[in-house]
């Protein structure tokens, strides 16, 4: 048998391959949804999906250690004592890759006692006398003992594990001199670092190849020891014991009894829908597209694979690597044939249909309408008298599944095509699915849950390889999206999803088409005048320290403050020593020096002026701005702002005042109206807990804080001083955010001893307080989420995490998930309630913004009653919570007056 005819076994180790892939991919670019790190796995695949396709075993398996310890460590106890800790960023990854090669089915093997490496050599030693091709992969040098006439060695190369040289008999003879058998004596005499094997001093590389070349093993070599001259010899003979220890370490046995021989690790069919199930989990998306095409090779060359779990014999090849589900052909379709088509694939309006909005430059040019089994593309000209159907459609109430719905809800308007119906959103239910997660645009979405590809044209091609996707393939994909989403959301979660997110949808984009009217004199006054006290604080800062410096470089202010100032150090990273606002910030309090105020005071200069320039270009023709609301961009499901962002703009100092009083009425109105909450937290946090004393005091009408702090501190409410009042209002918001005695005592500026009494006093007052805030955490660790009041869950993998600062954050994190969830969620029902009731009562007042727990309307003449009714009692009425929701509201002719 020639050696073309001979079957290939090929065996892997599966920890140093990923090891290796581990450090050769970065860490920070390979995180799947839930925050595991996956780049080691990723390398893995890559590396064998390569070596499957060039090589083509026909038997193959990978072989891992089960943990450090074998019979090798209780021989010697300092076995590979030197290596450190698994990185935390690998814990998680093993099991995860056993799982992605169980559904490729590719037998994995372990074994009690023993090291991958003995399960190798077992292996190739049983493939080498049994006739086969043996290929063994690893980075571990001590599998060069295992080459023979029948077995190669792929040892990855210093850049990872993208390549790999190959070692045979002529190979490690041309490397080292020596037969591959010999390697083991070569190893024993020198060490080897990694494995903590001390070998014998002096002895280097050469010296042993010399040695092993001239007496031929090393137990010869010891033999002839005294014949071996100077300080080496001498070494030698005094440390012979150390060169019989490791060449008993570094033996790898050949007769480890296994669940498997060569014979039974014949190809098996790849699993496609299993692995698609894995991948999907992983976020493999290219890969996916690798796996299925290995599998096509294999039934293309005689081999059978996998795609539905049955067996498909490679003249089926061709039909199997369908998608899941056949993709329709696309219709163009207007008039008549349109509203007729309609009318029939969604039951006269009572199904859903998947809708996509094309658009060029910006403008609506089609769109693109599917049921399961047809798709439409509409192609859009405004003014068209024959776009009737079309446009009923879309104002009328039947359900429409869309992708990033706000988008295409603006777009439509601004085309003059109003929508209603939106009765699914894949953007917002993956999103509750995964609150943590970042958004996808649709072909990720339909990898990551599909595990399918679209194709799709390169940007940067002048004419592209291929065609744009149709949009309405696109909504044929967001329909089956919405399914497979649907079938996954928890019952709260879709209750959140159906009442609360996809409602609130029209009423954001009503809001960010509106805009609020802003004064740009205002804020071009302020600019000018932040632009010369931060040019003013710069040159005396300069004084202070004779000679200019980049007061944003990192590196030149560690060279000022710790080289030529020689101030204390601040918390150590990558370039040195910190210069963050939060350390700087400490160093002034406990070592002030004029430079450092000055620096600081430059900072916060800088920063306004670089809010200020945001919201300058913010400013529409219209001398609006409008921002653009994210209902995912946060994990609690608070509203984000964005282009410009609202939210950043400081409340309690005089810039941030004057700031907000270029936010303006505009011209057709009377005021504008403020209304937000007063401690919504603190409130939801004593109805979730159910302390009588917080209850007390929030039904009572009293100050939370001067109610709090009488009974921490002994004293009738009246006499709780302003200091007492701050100490228990930091100490109360903190412990919903996990707040530790040393952060608080940091925050206060108070000893630490202090800081843990002022706890340990409030929590012997208020223990349900404590007791809640313990039960939160203790029930994440057992569901793996926490829940709002209203249903909304938060998934926390990481309370399990072995990596303690990991765990440590999601602790804090769940601490205050359901606070700060049930907050959003109810600013959120507010919204939909005061939105409800204007459209009802046809009122012209109009809400024009939210920034954390308030919101700000435009009063039209004469409603500023009705629309205050309206404000406070859907406001304090939605939810019912065992303390009242206490609602403030303020006018005034611009933001700042209309404070409360």
Do not use: C
């Given at each position: 048998m020639t050696d073309n005819e001979k079957p290939t076994l090929m065996v892997i180790d599966?920890?140093?391959?990923?090891?290796?892939?581990?450090?050769?991919?970065?860490?920070?670019?390979?995180?799947?949804?839930?925050?595991?790190?996956?780049?080691?796995?990723?390398?893995?695949?890559?590396?064998?999906?390569?070596?499957?396709?060039?090589?083509?075993?026909?038997?193959?398996?990978?072989?891992f250690d089960i943990s450090r310890y074998s019979f090798r460590t209780r021989e010697y106890p300092e076995y590979k004592g030197t290596r450190g800790e698994t990185p935390p960023e690998f814990v998680g990854q093993i099991p995860l890759l056993e799982e992605a090669l169980k559904a490729m089915n590719i037998p994995t093997i372990s074994k009690e006692d023993y090291e991958a490496d003995d399960i190798l050599a077992t292996l190739a030693s049983q493939g080498s006398a049994d006739g086969y091709n043996v290929y063994v992969v690893s980075g571990d040098r001590d599998a060069i003992q295992m080459i023979d006439d029948n077995v190669t060695l792929l040892y990855p190369n210093a850049r990872g594990v993208s390549e790999l040289k190959r070692?045979?008999?002529?190979?490690?003879?041309?490397?080292?001199?020596?037969?591959?058998?010999?390697?083991?004596?070569?190893?024993?005499?020198?060490?080897?670092?990694?494995?903590?094997?001390?070998?014998?001093?002096?002895?280097?590389?050469?010296?042993?190849?010399?040695?092993?070349?001239?007496?031929?093993?090393?137990?010869?070599?010891?033999?002839?020891?005294?014949?071996?001259?100077?300080?080496?010899?001498?070494?030698?003979?005094?440390?012979?014991?150390?060169?019989?220890?490791?060449?008993?370490?570094?033996?790898?046995?050949?007769?480890?009894?296994?669940?498997?021989?060569?014979?039974?690790?014949?190809?098996?069919?790849?699993?496609?829908?299993?692995?698609?199930?894995?991948?999907?989990?992983?976020?493999?998306?290219?890969?996916?597209?690798?796996?299925?095409?290995?599998?096509?090779?294999?039934?293309?060359?005689?081999?059978?694979?996998?795609?539905?779990?049955?067996?498909?014999?490679?003249?089926?090849?061709?039909s199997s690597l369908q998608l899941d589900d056949e993709v329709p052909v696309v219709r163009t379709l207007v008039d008549e044939e349109l509203a007729k088509w309609l009318a029939t694939v969604s039951a006269d309006g009572t199904l859903p249909l998947g809708l996509r909005v094309e658009l060029s430059d910006g403008d609506v040019v089609g769109l693109g309408i599917a049921s399961a089994t047809e798709s439409a593309y509409v192609p859009w000209t405004s003014g068209r008298p024959d776009y009737t159907a079309l446009e009923t459609w879309l104002a009328g109430d039947s359900p429409k599944y869309l992708h990033h719905s706000k988008r295409e809800l603006k777009a439509l308007r601004q085309a003059g095509l109003p929508m209603n119906g939106i009765a699914f959103d894949t953007t917002l239910a993956a999103w509750l699915l995964k609150?943590?997660?970042?958004?996808?645009?649709?072909?990720?979405?339909?990898?990551?849950?599909?595990?399918?590809?679209?194709?799709?044209?390169?940007?940067?091609?002048?004419?592209?390889?291929?065609?744009?996707?149709?949009?309405?393939?696109?909504?044929?994909?967001?329909?089956?999206?919405?399914?497979?989403?649907?079938?996954?959301?928890?019952?709260?979660?879709?209750?959140?999803?159906d009442t609360i997110e996809l409602p609130l949808v029209p009423v954001l984009e009503a809001m960010e088409a509106t805009g609020i009217s802003v004064n740009a004199q205002v804020l071009s006054s302020i600019n000018t005048e932040l632009t010369e006290s931060a040019s003013e604080l710069a040159s005396r800062a300069y004084a202070e320290i004779g000679h200019e410096?980049?007061?944003?470089?990192?590196?030149?202010?560690?060279?000022?403050?710790?080289?030529?100032?020689?101030?204390?150090?601040?918390?150590?990273?990558?370039?040195?020593?910190?210069?963050?606002?939060?350390?700087?910030?400490?160093?002034?309090?406990?070592?002030?020096?004029?430079?450092?105020?000055?620096?600081?005071?430059?900072?916060?200069?800088?920063?306004?002026?670089?809010?200020?320039?945001?919201?300058?270009?913010?400013?529409?023709?219209?001398?609006?701005?409008?921002?653009?609301?994210?209902?995912?961009?946060?994990?609690?499901?608070?509203?984000?702002?964005?282009?410009?962002?609202?939210?950043?703009?400081?409340v309690k100092t005089e810039i941030g005042r004057r700031?907000?009083?270029?936010?303006?009425?505009?011209?057709?109105?009377?005021?504008?109206?403020?209304?937000?909450?007063?401690?919504?937290?603190?409130?939801?946090?004593?109805?979730?807990?159910?302390?009588?004393?917080?209850?007390?005091?929030?039904?009572?009408?009293?100050?939370?804080?001067?109610?709090?702090?009488?009974?921490?501190?002994?004293?009738?409410?009246?006499?709780?001083?302003?200091?007492?009042?701050?100490?228990?209002?930091?100490?109360?918001?903190?412990?919903?955010?996990?707040?530790?005695?040393?952060?608080?005592s940091k925050q206060l500026r108070i000893d630490t001893a202090e800081a843990k009494q002022l706890m340990t006093d409030y929590f012997a007052r208020f223990g349900a307080v404590r007791e809640y805030l313990r039960n939160v955490v203790e029930q994440a660790r057992v569901d793996g989420y926490t829940e709002t009041i209203f249903g909304r869950r938060r998934p926390f993998g990481d309370l399990a995490s072995k990596n303690r600062v990991l765990r440590e954050n999601a602790e804090r994190a769940a601490l205050n998930a359901p606070i700060q969830g049930s907050a959003a969620d109810i600013l959120k029902i507010a919204m939909l309630g005061v939105d409800d009731d204007l459209r009802r009562e046809k009122l012209e007042s109009r809400m024009l913004m939210q920034v954390h727990d308030e919101l700000v309307f435009e009063v039209a003449d004469g409603e500023l009653d009705r629309l205050t009714e309206i404000v406070r009692t859907r406001m304090g009425g939605a939810a019912d919570l065992r303390v009242p929701l206490s609602v403030q509201v303020g006018i005034g002719s611009n933001w700042d007056q209309a404070a409360h």
């Open positions: 599966g920890h140093s391959l990923a090891f290796r892939a581990f450090y050769a991919l970065p860490v920070d670019s390979f995180v799947n949804r839930e925050g595991q790190h996956t780049n080691a796995i990723h390398g893995f695949i890559a590396m064998l999906i390569n070596l499957l396709s060039n090589e083509k075993p026909t038997h193959l398996a990978v072989a070692y045979d008999r002529d190979t490690v003879h041309e490397r080292y001199g020596i037969e591959p058998h010999q390697y083991p004596d070569i190893a024993a005499l020198v060490g080897e670092t990694s494995d903590n094997l001390i070998g014998i001093d002096k002895v280097g590389e050469k010296t042993a190849v010399k040695w092993i070349v001239q007496y031929g093993s090393l137990d010869e070599v010891l033999a002839h020891s005294h014949e071996i001259k100077g300080v080496v010899g001498e070494k030698l003979r005094e440390q012979s014991d150390r060169a019989i220890r490791n060449r008993k370490l570094n033996h790898l046995l050949t007769d480890v009894e296994l669940p498997y021989g060569p014979g039974d690790l014949a190809r098996k069919p790849i699993n496609i829908p299993a692995v698609r199930e894995v991948f999907d989990k992983l976020q493999f998306r290219t890969l996916l597209e690798r796996v299925i095409k290995i599998a096509a090779a294999d039934g293309a060359s005689g081999a059978e694979w996998a795609s539905t779990g049955d067996v498909i014999e490679a003249d089926d090849t061709e609150p943590g997660g970042k958004g996808e645009d649709l072909a990720a979405q339909v990898y990551s849950y599909l595990g399918e590809t679209l194709s799709q044209a390169d940007p940067n091609q002048l004419v592209p390889d291929v065609e744009p996707l149709s949009p309405a393939t696109e909504a044929w994909y967001v329909l089956r999206l919405a399914d497979y989403l649907a079938e996954r959301l928890d019952d709260g979660s879709r209750q959140v999803l410096v980049n007061l944003g470089s990192p590196k030149q202010l560690q060279q000022v403050l710790f080289e030529e100032l020689g101030m204390p150090k601040t918390r150590a990273n990558k370039t040195g020593f910190s210069t963050d606002a939060a350390s700087l910030a400490d160093l002034q309090d406990s070592a002030p020096h004029p430079f450092l105020g000055l620096l600081l005071q430059h900072r916060d200069a800088s920063k306004l002026k670089q809010i200020i320039e945001t919201l300058e270009r913010g400013i529409a023709a219209d001398n609006r701005i409008h921002t653009t609301y994210d209902q995912t961009g946060t994990s609690t499901g608070r509203i984000s702002s964005n282009d410009p962002n609202l939210q950043n703009i400081p700031i907000r009083s270029s936010f303006e009425k505009g011209p057709q109105f009377s005021t504008l109206l403020t209304a937000d909450y007063s401690q919504i937290e603190m409130r939801i946090m004593a109805h979730l807990s159910g302390d009588e004393g917080l209850i007390e005091a929030f039904n009572g009408g009293e100050d939370l804080h001067r109610f709090v702090g009488a009974r921490i501190f002994h004293v009738e409410p009246a006499e709780v001083s302003p200091i007492m009042r701050t100490k228990v209002k930091a100490m109360s918001y903190g412990l919903a955010y996990g707040l530790s005695a040393f952060g608080l």
